[in-house]
């Protein structure tokens, strides 16, 4: 069979195991995306974009079991005076969430936005997705626009007295979710938006990010611990002028995770910050994708990754920066690295830049290193023990990422949460 | 309290002969100073006392009271009291020196069977000891090492000397790379430690550092043996003569 043939097969498959939501005001969005899906057909091992993650179990028709993580551990976020928004294997769980009316914020479900008429809703639901399909085709974003099941509206058009907290238990060894949101943050608010949880046994989210001029978005997740879980996810942010965006995401296990983050800078002086710190042993493939696009003057973006990996886990970073013409003043900057502890991890990256106008600084690297024998030595001779110190290096390590999250108090608890991860495994 | 005897170090991946039957005895409460050429194995019997890799000890011994060093792990000699002030200290970036300093403390507390000394305890202790250094706030919480220059790292090397209280001091030329006032500071630093329970060992290439700290002993060392023992007058004898003529003269 030739190759597009059996991309064609598959997609069927994978769509033909999926019902399409039929009426409400979402349906041109949908059938619209779900032609997005069958014009581009599915992610498969030859694509260029996804040459260092194979994407089989993403797009399989079936979903493969993912046993539920048992911990007597507090849930990630527990300590912070937080609103939740509970989805178990991605239903939106009324009971365990709390009451969604807080000042400053509106909170719905994007299966209410139809009748209660939720214009801004309408208006971006699939928008920044589609435009996110240039010049790289993200076609598990466009299968997600075309067959959310479930999802939010959050609409901040103030200062909210306390982060949202968007909560994805995983209950169910087979479940499959695909959760849609759509976030605006109007001119002059700002909000902290958390998100912890494995979701499902597969998982595919996309969130489209509108930030209006001034507007302020904080974002920090905890990808589950769950270690068979699979998740595809993408965020997808229009930044206005001195808007400001910050994406923090901790990833500690799971056996395949691809997230994508598409960035336009569209106003004059914005600001978006990507990071990412992931530790992963053993069984555990993390993928960051990041597209970020420069189309004003004077902005700044930021991605910082950090990777550890051992016994064989793999770490994959793509990440580019577009310089459109005309975006002058640009300051870009780009770091992923990785500690591989052992030999048998890998780190794969591909960093690009793509400049069109001159006056701009832009700047890229990436490193694979080991731990610090030098440094290693030091703090032993000064009586740490070498697990320890290992760990303190490896903190160490991920610190620039972890700095990323502009609240101190998060910072400390995912530094905690990292802690705990590399103490279990000495 | 430090004995070394017949010490023999070779170059762990190199056929390569540093330390050639090294012999050492340093007292409970005295100051005893290595001088000698460079590359003649100062260092490496610092690191070799330490526990650093790298080295393969071929034949003879080291003890701390009794206790065969050769045989424990780095963090295992520091707990037992062993100190390397590092001739080029080592930057950590990410690790703050005062997280730094208090892993280091309560680590080998806890090796040894100590309680952990209280954050409020900790935090008064290395704020004295560092001021009577000068080290200021901000040096505190800087990485370890990082963009620090080099009287600096010395005087962050005292420092951590002062607050881990060692029975054996190695110094491995503590007193390079710094100015006058520094040498003072750093010089104070280890008088200030100066006890009938704990030995000094004081690597130096020059006579200057042991004007401020008053050497017990003197050793010449040379093409990894100690070659010539004697009081503080033989320091005198290298600044005004060199090595040229004790070398000649032990030949
Ligand atoms: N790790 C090493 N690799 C290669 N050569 C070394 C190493 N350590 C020491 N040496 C060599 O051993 C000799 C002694 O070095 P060192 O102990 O640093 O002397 P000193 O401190 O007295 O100047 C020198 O010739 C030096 O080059
Ligand atoms: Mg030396």
Redesign the interface.
């Known amino acids: 069979m030739a190759l597009a043939d059996v991309k064609q097969t598959a997609t069927e498959a994978r769509l033909a195991a999926l019902t399409l939501p039929e009426g409400g005001c979402l349906e041109t969005a949908r059938h619209a995306a779900l032609s997005r899906v069958q014009t581009m057909g599915l992610p498969g091992r030859r694509d260029e974009y996804w040459k260092y993650t194979r994407p089989d179990t993403l797009t399989a028709a079936e979903v493969s079991k993912a046993t539920v993580f048992a911990t007597d551990e507090e849930p990630m976020f527990n300590e912070f005076d937080r609103l939740r928004v509970v989805f178990v294997d991605g239903v939106f769980d009324p009971e365990a969430s709390d009451d969604l009316s807080l000042e400053g914020v509106t909170i719905d479900r994007i299966a209410d936005i139809c009748g209660k008429d939720i214009h801004w809703a309408k208006d971006l639901y699939g928008v920044l997705e589609a435009r996110g399909q240039n010049p790289v085709e993200r076609p598990l974003a466009a299968l997600n626009t075309a067959f959310a099941q479930d999802g939010v509206a959050i609409h901040v058009t103030g200062k909210p007295s306390k982060p949202i907290n968007l909560v994805y238990v995983h209950s169910d060894e087979m479940s499959d979710a695909i959760l849609h949101h759509v976030i605006r943050v109007e001119s002059g608010a700002e909000v902290t938006i958390l998100e912890n949880g494995p979701a499902a046994s597969r998982f595919n989210k996309c969130m489209e990010i509108d930030v209006a001029d001034t507007g302020k978005l904080h974002l920090v997740r905890a990808q589950g611990r769950d270690h068979e879980r699979r998740a595809a996810t993408h965020m997808f942010a229009r930044l206005g002028t001195e808007s400001v965006f910050k994406s923090f995401t901790l990833t500690v296990n799971g056996v395949l995770t691809r997230n994508e983050a598409v960035i336009e800078l569209l106003g004059d002086d914005a600001i978006a910050h990507i990071a990412g710190a992931c530790v992963g042993d053993g069984d555990f493939h993390h993928d960051d994708t990041v597209f970020i696009t420069h189309d004003a003057v004077n902005c700044e973006s930021r991605q910082v990754f950090k990777k550890v990996l051992r016994n064989g886990a793999t770490g994959v970073f793509q990440g580019k920066i577009l310089v459109k013409e005309g975006a002058q003043k640009t300051d870009g900057y780009q770091i992923s690295q990785s500690l591989l502890l052992d030999d048998d991890s890998q780190f794969l990256a591909k960093p690009e830049l793509e400049i069109y106008a001159d006056d701009v600084i832009c700047s890229h690297g990436s490193t694979t290193g080991a731990i ?4 290693l ?10 697990g ?2 290992t760990d ?2 490896t ?3 991920l ?2 990422a972890v700095d990323e999250v502009e609240d101190p108090e998060i910072a400390a608890s995912i530094v905690a949460r990292l802690e705990g991860w590399l103490s279990r495994r000495r | 309290m430090l004995e070394i005897k017949n010490l023999h170090v070779k170059l762990e991946d190199e056929d390569k002969q540093i330390l050639k039957g090294l012999d050492l005895k340093v007292e409970a409460g005295k100051v005893h100073a290595i001088m000698g050429p460079n590359g003649s194995g100062k260092s490496t019997l610092s690191y070799v006392l ?4 790298g080295y393969e000890v071929t034949e003879g011994s080291a003890t701390l009271d009794g206790e065969d060093l050769l045989e424990l ?3 295992e ?3 037992l009291g062993v ?2 002030a ?1 001739q080029y ?7 703050g020196n005062m ?2 300093l208090r ?3 309560n ?2 507390r806890k ?1 040894r069977g100590e309680e952990e000394m209280s954050a409020a305890e900790f935090l008064k202790m290395v704020r004295a000891k560092a001021k009577e250094l000068k080290i200021d706030a901000d040096m505190l919480k800087r ?2 090492n990082v963009g620090f220059s080099g009287g600096e790292k010395k005087r962050n090397e005292i420092l ?1 000397m002062a607050m ?1 209280e060692p029975k054996m001091c190695i110094l491995d030329e503590t007193d390079s790379g710094l100015d006058v006032d520094a040498m003072k500071l750093v010089a104070d630093g280890v008088n200030a430690l100066r006890d009938e329970g704990r030995g000094f060992l004081v690597i130096t290439h020059y006579q200057r550092l042991l004007d401020h700290i008053k050497p017990d002993v003197v050793h010449i060392l040379a093409n990894g043996r100690i070659v010539k023992t004697g009081g503080p007058e033989l320091a005198l004898e290298v600044e005004n003569n060199g090595y040229a003529g004790i070398l000649a003269e032990v030949a």
Do not use: K, M, N, W
């Open positions: 610090d024998e030098e440094a030595f030091y703090l032993r001779s000064r009586g740490v023990p070498t320890e110190a303190l290096l903190l160490a390590f610190a620039e | 330490s526990g650093r890799d792990d780095p963090e000699r520091a707990a100190f390397l590092f200290p080592v930057e950590i970036p990410g690790v997280t730094f892993t280091a403390v680590s080998q090796a990485p370890v951590q881990l």
